[in-house]
């Protein structure tokens, strides 16, 4: 049974850290692109931030480049690291994985597998 599980999400305060989780199982991260996006409250779902195993690629939404960093684990876990957070960070973050060819790899259309999500709140 393929699932993703976030974990890690709170209340925080500007400027402040949260680490958040992604917790894999009934698959192997070693050939997916894998990703984390989020949701604020009356906007679309947008990509933060992406990993390919292909040619070992990354990305980062603008607003978040130098404050956050994507990683992942042999066991299968996914981060995102989140420092010096601000209250446009809030929103309903999400990890996902998809096939690594695609032309859409980092895109929400491209993601095959989601996890349900876990709220961050940054309070100024």
């Known amino acids: 049974q393929l699932q993703l599980v976030e974990s890690g999400g709170g209340l925080v305060q500007l400027g402040g850290s949260l680490r958040l989780s992604c917790a894999v199982s009934?698959?192997?991260?070693?050939?997916?692109?894998i990703g984390w996006f989020r949701q604020a409250p009356g906007k679309e779902r947008e990509r933060v931030s992406c990993l390919n195993p292909i040619g070992g690629r990354s990305y980062y939404v603008d607003s978040v480049k130098g404050r956050f960093t994507m990683s992942r684990d042999a066991a299968n876990t996914m981060y995102l690291q989140m420092n010096s957070l601000k209250p446009e960070d809030t929103a309903v973050y999400y990890c996902a994985a998809g096939p690594p060819y695609s032309s859409t790899w980092c895109d929400v259309s491209g993601m095959d597998y989601w996890g349900k999500g876990t709220l961050v709140t940054v309070s100024s």
């Open positions: 009934g698959f192997t991260l070693d050939s997916y692109a």
